[in-house]
């Protein structure tokens, strides 16, 4: 599977970006596909999952602002952030699960500063 993402760059506190991922399967419709995301300094971690059924998980640093969702029709994850904060600076990456197996696209810089 290869993952796309795009949709990263710099946005002043308060703004907003929607990231996207388009991936190469057409097992996309079932499979979980999730954001994650790493900060300098710090471990990668989960920001967002959905199931192949539409079953979101949320970390709770970004819960009531981000928003993940998906376009089967177009192979396509979503990840809608509102209200950035600075603490939401990093690269960004997305993941499918196929086959118990991680993918993992090329991450997509988001920057939160003014």
């Known amino acids: 599977v290869q993952l796309q993402a795009s949709g990263g760059g710099l946005v002043q506190p308060g703004g907003s970006l929607r990231l996207s991922c388009a991936a190469s399967t057409d097992m996309f419709s079932a499979i979980p596909m999730g954001w994650y995301r790493q900060a300098p300094g710090k471990e990668r971690e989960l920001v967002a999952t959905?199931?192949?059924?539409?079953?979101?998980l949320y970390a709770d640093s970004v819960k009531g602002r981000f928003t993940i969702s998906r376009d089967n029709a177009k192979n396509t994850v979503y990840l809608q952030m509102n209200s950035l904060k600075p603490e939401d600076t990093a690269v960004y990456y997305c993941?499918?699960?196929?086959?118990?197996?991680?993918?993992w696209g090329i991450g997509t810089q988001v920057t939160v500063s003014s």
């Open positions: 993941k499918a699960n196929l086959r118990a197996r991680d993918y």
């Open positions: 959905m199931s192949g059924t539409g079953r979101t």
